[in-house]
């Protein structure tokens, strides 16, 4: 291992066998043990290691579904489930699980509820910090109080992401309805003056930003708002249109139907440097995009078909606040969303529940195992640049044999929907 500009660099070797050693922080980070399974992916000057299906490296337990805002983007709009919060007992049970587990997988608090409306979050962080894990969470920020971020700060959060959908006032209540765009940043900033000095100070703060063609035009000045806020992480999604009218909202209708946007190995490739967006190369960069090549800026493949599930490719599981235990965020409740000329209707997919089955047992059942290995190699339908059919109007199955659950209509999977 060596060290240049602060910054480790990491060597593998071949040994007299004729076998690959790799770093011994790197078997840890990412679950490497003897027996797993790991997928290769080989391009020109390199070969991509990917995480063993085995590994679990990261949980989302969802909080509560309840919030204190009524946004515009939220799947309440059109949901019909019941609320509820996670109980002591539930969220014990998950410690319990995540202590026999090694590597310790980190904590995301998220989901479809404000985390801060569940009385416990605090005192969850913080013993969940003193198990090992690494805790994030996402906020509205509007009940970020003085007293709630004196406490954070003491619990040793790791990450903050706060949700930002506009740079003024006006424009951010209007997305986010009942909430005010002053009093967000007074929160948040007072949460940056009581961190700890330092460079990494703690909580690291970060932004997320689900753009809508009503505020796609304030990216710039939000991406400014973030700076203010010490923001070290911006991460930007377009937004699920849950309702007629975020259908008429979404910024990426061309991606969903444009072949060139389908890149492949057999379309020829297009090598970019680096370059300066600017009036001169702006408008031509654009229009190179999209000139049906397969396009690498500096190194880097840009658009086409992801078909890649972060959720799976990132070690994942989610808990919804009733224990039920699911592969992903998307798939923790039943909902829909319109996409293309089809509602499609997003079954739930339950594995099990955390208060009757250990974490570890549903995560290394054989039948999910499987899935999650079908999913890498993600052998589903092209429902994203397909023309759609009736089999859009659920994720039960798909044109190609696949059975519930069918990712191939999934927006996460082709890179437009994000979450952190």
Known sequence: METMAGKKTLWARVNAQGDLVIPR???????????????????????????????????????????????????????????????????ARILDNLQAIEPRPSIFFGGLGEPFFHSSLIDWIARAKAIGATVELITNGTLLTEEKARAIVAS??????????????????????????????????????????????????????????????????????????????????????????????ILYAQSLRDPAYMQSPRMPRLSLPRMEFNELTSEPLLKALRSGYNVNLAGNNLGGANDVCHYIEGGTISIRWDGSVAPCLPMLHTHAHYFRAYRHQVKQHILGNINEHDLIDLWL???????????????????????????????????????????????WAQGLIQCP
Request: proline share 5%; with cysteine; glycine share 8%.
């Open 156 to 249: 040793g959060l790791d990450n903050l992401w706060v949700s930002i959908d506009g740079a003024t006032p006006a424009s951010y209540a209007d997305v986010r309805l009942g909430a005010t765009l002053p009093l967000v940043i007074e929160n948040v900033m007072r949460l940056r003056r009581l961190r700890r000095g330092g460079h990494f100070a703690k909580p690291e703060i970060d932004v997320a930003f689900v753009a809508l063609k009503r505020n796609i035009h304030e990216l710039p000045d939000v991406l400014k708002l973030a700076q203010r806020l010490g923001a070290r992480q911006f991460k930007m999604s377009h937004v699920l249109p849950y309702t007629e009218e975020l259908r008429g909202e």
């Open 25 to 91: 922080e790197t078997i840890e980070k990412f679950g490497l043990t003897p027996g797993a399974r790991v997928r290769l992916e080989d391009d020109t000057n390199h070969v991509r290691l990917h995480r063993p299906v085995t590994h679990l490296a990261k949980v989302y337990v969802e909080p509560t579904v309840c919030c204190n805002l009524d946004c515009r983007t939220c799947v309440r709009n059109m949901w019909a489930e019941k609320l509820g919060s996670m109980t002591e007992a539930t969220f």
């Open 365 to 411: 059942d054989p039948e999910y195992v499987q899935y999650r290995e079908r999913v890498h190699s993600f052998a589903f339908a092209p429902c994203t640049f397909c023309g759609g059919c009736e089999l859009l109007e659920s994720n039960e199955e798909d044109c190609v044999g696949n059975e519930f659950p069918s990712c191939g209509g999934c927006l």
